[in-house]
């Protein structure tokens, strides 16, 4: 039988992986890593950048493709007997990962490299060793005895929790439903009524985003829309089945990462968190955060009263925020987003990124032919002046067995081999829209519409780097808080009158957007967003805290609480378990950083300004950031490509100015 996973073909073949596929290939996989660890780390193995590369980085790249897409078909497309496979590898290459990143020979070699060759490797392979060598670090390869294996246990133990807490959200997510009535259903949209009806008449709602949103903003019901609000902010809590809940999950993740700052010398997880980002120390972010929730509160003050005046009459609980939120705003600026909604279908917005992606950067983008892991994925190469620079695959839709979100992960780096051979970048860009009903297209919300600009805004980063290093070549090795500057950058074009005349047409008669609904939107843009503001940054400094103050852990709602009434003024309900599918912070890579959405804001609305100054689509200035950002990846540091293209330091006006709080 061939393995694909140890194909060493350009694209992975994830229509042929199948779960009996993973143990054979990684196992062989790490055998094969280990022996070039052994090879490399040998006192007779040259001090040599290039030999290094040459020995470790031709095996490990190939362990971490092939893992890769084990994960990723894992996130998009999960089975019983996928993660069965996946669960059993996962020990084994964390257990290599660990031993690999705190190997004492290897962290010995790469400094005798730096002190060797130095001044003499470019400034990107420089950097490379710089990031290594502060790695191995943080990675405990300067630890001894027991422990060393006391750090190897908790990556392994962490890599397992980490695992589990994700599976509970998605079982959780999947495991819950809810047949409706058609009575009980006055309000909804008719996208969701044709998307979820059943054979006999009723309706099949879940916890899917595409439906659980358009339910609480539009159903008359408040009974229909309390039921989906408990169900869906106590998934995987102690309010649901007793094996998906992530109470003791959360705090032994916390505590074993606080542990392991302890091992390394550092008084909390947030200062490790902190070492290779941008901000220096958990105070200068909870600073960060309080002033920007002080100028927000009483916009967001503002915005709670507005709401609560406008449902005068009405109760107001955390169920009735969305529903009143929607009729506040159509009776403000006389819209809905379900009117908006059939401007926006996915071929017709995404065919309009790429233009604009094309006439910003100088690429073409064409669909082309790969295996893929469900029939509705797109797979795409960009090219320049007819030469492949990229390719990308794009999974839309919600699924059962999806996880939930949005998401960019890069197949593959761009990376010069040492044989000679350039490598070019691979990503995948996934989100979870809602699917196309019967034969017409899928419409997207505006939120879709600026989500999938996201997502490709990290692709782009990904995809647009001329830097040939693994390590800093894309979004390698760009600090964790500036990494959502290309991203949220894009966001911004989803407000641009031009821009919007190309992403829209309606459903049924093709009409682009109308001028008069634009303005309304507009007008819209700022809506709530002293509320929104308040939340993003109660979101962060409970993560900064959690993973801030040891011992904070033996009481996670408490601390939620504590951050809750200091800078919260839309208090949800007591029985809300947020943080228990609060997957970035506990799943995901955002531990200790998740203030980095609003810190790289910061960033990417000071970055937007300028092409508000000298003209959305000036070649010059799209060329500028393209060089100085987009190219660079992780080669510099984050704020030198940013003084490079603005040409001073980031200031928080843009910021304020953006989001209606100047």
């Given at each position: 039988?061939?393995n694909?996973?140890?194909s060493t ?5 994830f ?10 290939a ?18 007779e193995?040259?001090?040599?950048y290039d030999a290094?590369?040459?020995i ?6 190939h362990?971490?493709a ?5 994960g990723?078909?894992?996130?998009v497309?999960?089975?019983?007997a ?9 020990p084994a290459?964390t257990?290599f990962s660990?031993?690999m990143?705190?190997?004492e ?6 400094k ?6 130095g ?6 392979r ?7 060598i502060?790695?191995f ?23 397992e ?7 509970h959200?998605?079982?959780?997510t ?5 047949v ?18 059943l054979?006999?008449?009723?309706h099949k709602?879940t ?19 309390e ?15 007793p094996?998906?809940?992530?109470t003791?999950?959360?705090?032994e993740?916390?505590?074993l990462?606080?542990?392991e ?9 947030a ?5 290779p ?6 105070d200068?972010?909870k600073t ?26 009405s ?6 925020v969305?529903?009143?939120s929607?009729k506040?705003k ?5 819209f ?7 401007y ?9 990124l ?32 007819g030469q492949?620079?990229a ?15 949005a998401?960019m992960d890069?197949v ?8 000679g ?12 829209f809602?699917s196309?009903?019967?034969?017409r297209?899928?419409?997207?919300t ?8 996201h997502e490709?805004?990290h692709?782009?980063?990904?995809m ?9 070549s894309?979004?390698?090795?760009v ?6 500057l ?20 309606h ?7 109308p ?7 507009t ?37 939620l ?10 208090v949800p309900?007591?029985?809300n ?16 950083g998740?203030y ?6 910061l960033?990417?609305?000071?970055a ?14 799209g060329?500028?950031f ?7 990846g992780?080669?510099?540091?984050a704020?030198?490509n940013?003084?490079?293209f ?5 200031t928080?006006?843009?910021?304020l100015?953006?989001q209606?709080?100047?």
């Open positions: 039988m061939t694909p996973l140890l073909a350009a694209l992975p073949n229509a042929a992986i199948q779960p009996e596929h993973v143990q054979p990684i196992t062989e996989l790490l055998a094969a890593a280990q022996a070039a660890l052994d090879e490399a780390t040998k006192p193995t040259p001090a040599d290094l590369s040459r470790l980085d031709t095996t490990t790249e362990l971490g092939a893992w890769g897409a084990v990723h078909l894992n996130a497309a999960d089975t019983p996928l993660r069965e496979a996946y669960n059993a590898m996962l290459v257990e660990t031993a990143g705190a190997n020979a290897l962290f010995a070699k790469y005798a490299v730096l002190a060797v060759q001044s003499s490797l470019s400034a990107p420089q950097q490379v060793l710089k990031h290594a502060r790695n670090v943080l990675s405990g390869a300067e630890l001894q005895g027991a422990a060393r294996e006391r750090y190897a246990a908790i990556q392994e133990r962490s890599a929790l980490q695992q589990q807490f994700s599976e959200v998605l079982d959780a999947d495991g819950w439903s809810y409706a009535k058609a009575e009980e259903l006055a309000g909804v949209p008719q996208d969701v009524l044709d998307a979820t009806k054979d006999d008449g009723g709602l916890l899917h985003f595409p439906c659980y949103l358009p339910v609480m903003q539009y159903a008359e019901s408040r009974e229909l829309r039921k989906l609000y408990r169900a869906y902010v106590t998934r995987a809590s102690e309010s649901g089945k094996e998906w809940d992530n003791a999950a959360m705090r993740i916390v505590s990462r606080q542990e700052a302890q091992l390394l010398g550092y008084a909390s997880f200062e490790v968190s902190l070492a980002k941008m901000a220096s120390s958990p200068e972010v960060f955060l309080r002033d920007l929730a002080k100028r927000a509160r009483p916009f967001a003050e503002k915005d709670l009263a507005e709401l609560r005046e406008f449902a005068k009459g109760p107001l609980e955390a169920w009735d969305s529903y009143w929607e506040l159509e009776a403000r600026y006389a809905s987003d379900q009117t908006v909604k059939q926006f279908t996915a071929p017709k917005v995404v065919a309009g790429f233009s604009i992606i094309e006439r910003l950067f100088d690429v073409s983008i064409a669909e082309a032919s790969a295996p893929v892991w469900n029939d509705t994925v797109k797979f795409y190469e960009l090219r320049r002046g492949l620079i390719q990308f695959y794009l999974d839309l839709f919600a699924r059962p067995g999806k996880r939930p979100g998401w890069e593959r780096s761009r990376w010069l081999k040492p044989t051979e350039q490598q070019t970048p691979v990503a995948q860009l996934v989100c979870n809602a196309p009903v019967g034969d297209p899928a419409l997207l505006h939120d879709d519409v600026i989500t999938l600009f490709f805004g692709g782009l980063h990904h647009l780097t001329q830097v040939n290093d693994l390590g800093v894309g979004i390698s090795g600090e964790w808080d500036a990494v959502e290309p991203s949220q950058f894009m966001e911004n074009f989803c407000w641009e009158w031009d821009v919007l005349c190309q992403l829209s047409g459903v049924d008669t093709g009409e682009p957007l001028r008069e609904l634009f303005d309304k939107m007008a819209a843009k700022n809506f709530q967003s002293g509320l929104m503001t308040l939340r993003q940054i109660e979101f962060a400094l409970f993560d900064m805290r959690l993973h801030g103050e040891p011992g904070a852990e033996a009481d996670v709602q408490k601390v609480d504590e951050v809750r009434a200091e800078v919260a003024v839309l309900p007591a029985f378990r947020f943080q228990h599918s609060f997957s970035h912070v506990f799943a995901g890579g955002y531990a200790a998740y980095s959405y609003k810190w790289a804001e960033l990417s609305a000071d937007w300004s300028a092409f508000e100054e000298e003209g959305v689509f000036n070649a010059a200035t060329k500028r393209l060089a100085e950002v987009l190219e660079q992780g080669a510099r540091d704020i030198d940013f003084k490079a603005r040409g001073r330091e980031p928080i006006d843009a910021l100015r953006h209606g709080m100047a």
